[in-house]
């Protein structure tokens, strides 16, 4: 059966409401972090967080690539799912063949093994690499059998929204962070499969994550999205924060016209999640069409995801082993994380909804869902 489902930009709150989940954007947020409102530092995309536990943090890269191949390489300081271990690095890798051969790879390294400058990102996992200077970027990973060096060159300007600090609770002190290093960038290199190498070229993207408290204890669930189409490049999100938080929703919107940020103001943002169903596997419900329509009263973006297929549909209980499944269950912990491939369309019109421009192209967006179905 199919549900419809809107939801609009975040409501503004009147003196004396409770904070209860935002993006940290005043000035004084700005100063505490060391941060300039208008341009991204090179240290931003170092270490942010010592592995201690309570934290996380992961570099993250996937690419579309020119021969149909999807690529995602992700270098982890643990398990996203298990913030309170120590450090305990991990790599995840996703390829997507042309021939229709799917690899999804998970594997957990030694702690000694881990490695991370706090000037740029300079990440070593056991001799794999994650490095580069907001500009370029060098990425090795060789794990169970399969090799990926790749560069990737910007071709969008680093990017975060506001702060990129989401913060949480009545002291604004429980914080989740998403840097969009690379919107978009040109890809080059290779990966190795079964023995046989495949020159590569492609569009890609890079973003780096951090937090100083579990996910699933801040944030109910997550629509994530970016992609290309003609001459615009777009990173979109829908997050909604846990039940404790009143299931506010943030959002966050970026989108590029030939390289130049046009457009970046999430408060302008209305978001639609339509024909929603149940996934059968993870159970969780999932949008068919989900539209963000951005309007500054002189432009209106309308950017439309339809999902095609899913790329992935897993539990994080098929990933757990040992006691910590055993904990999972006692407390129906029953998170899942879904990524699909599908059609990106984005639309200019005019205020009065006359359509200046179409453009469409294939994309992959991900929806990551920590609580019960609502």
């Known amino acids: 059966m199919s549900v419809e489902k809107t939801s609009s ?25 060391g941060l300039a ?123 975060r929204p506001q702060t990129g600090y989401l913060v949480f609770g009545a002291e604004r002190d429980l914080e989740f962070s998403w840097l969009p290093s690379v919107p978009q960038g040109s890809v080059r290199g ?10 590569i070229t492609g569009i890609g993207y890079h973003d780096h994550n951090w937090g100083n ?9 997550w629509y994530w999205a970016r992609g290309q189409a003609g001459p615009y490049s777009v990173i979109a999100s829908y997050i909604t924060a846990h039940e404790k938080y009143g299931y506010e929703p943030i959002p966050i919107f970026m989108l590029a016209k030939d390289g130049q940020i046009v457009a970046d103001d999430a408060s302008l943002v209305n978001f639609e999640a339509t024909d929603i169903r149940t ?6 419900p999932v949008a068919t069409v989900t539209t963000y329509i951005y309007d500054d009263g002189t432009d209106r973006y309308i950017v439309t995801f339809t999902k095609h297929r899913d790329l992935l549909a897993n539990t ?22 879904l990524r699909f491939v599908g059609e990106l369309r984005i639309e200019r019109q005019s205020p009065d909804g006359h359509v200046l421009e ?17």
């Not at 930009?9 to 700005?30: L, Q």
């Not at 290779?190 to 020159?199: A, I, L």
Request: charged share 30%.
């Open 9 to 33: 930009r975040t409501a503004d709150r009147g003196p004396g409401t409770p904070h209860r989940a935002s993006i940290a954007h005043d000035d004084a947020d700005f100063r505490r972090l």
């Open 190 to 199: 290779s990966y190795e499969v079964e023995g046989t190498r495949t020159e």
């Open 358 to 374: 179409t453009h469409t192209d294939e994309a992959i967006w991900e929806l990551m869902y920590f609580g019960h179905a609502r």
């Open 213 to 221: 408290v579990g996910m699933m204890s801040i944030i109910h669930d």
């Open 37 to 159: 409102r208008e341009q991204v530092a090179t240290w931003e995309d170092g270490a942010r967080t010592d592995g201690r536990r309570g934290t996380y943090e992961w570099w993250y890269f996937d690419a579309h690539l020119d021969n149909g191949a999807k690529l995602v390489v992700i270098l982890m300081t643990k398990d996203l799912s298990a913030p309170k271990k120590p450090l305990s690095p991990q790599i995840r890798l996703n390829l997507d063949l042309p021939d229709g051969r799917s690899y999804a790879i998970v594997k957990d390294f030694p702690a000694a093994s881990f490695s991370a400058s706090t000037k740029g990102a300079d990440v070593v996992i056991d001799g794999n690499t994650f490095a580069g200077d907001l500009s370029h970027y060098e990425i090795h990973a060789e794990v169970d059998g399969i090799k990926v060096d790749v560069t990737l060159d910007a071709q969008v300007r680093p990017w």
């Open 279 to 284: 996934d059968p596997k993870t159970g969780k």
């Open 316 to 337: 994080f209980l098929e990933q757990m082993s040992g006691w910590r499944k055993t904990a999972a269950r006692l407390i129906r912990f029953d998170g899942a994380y």
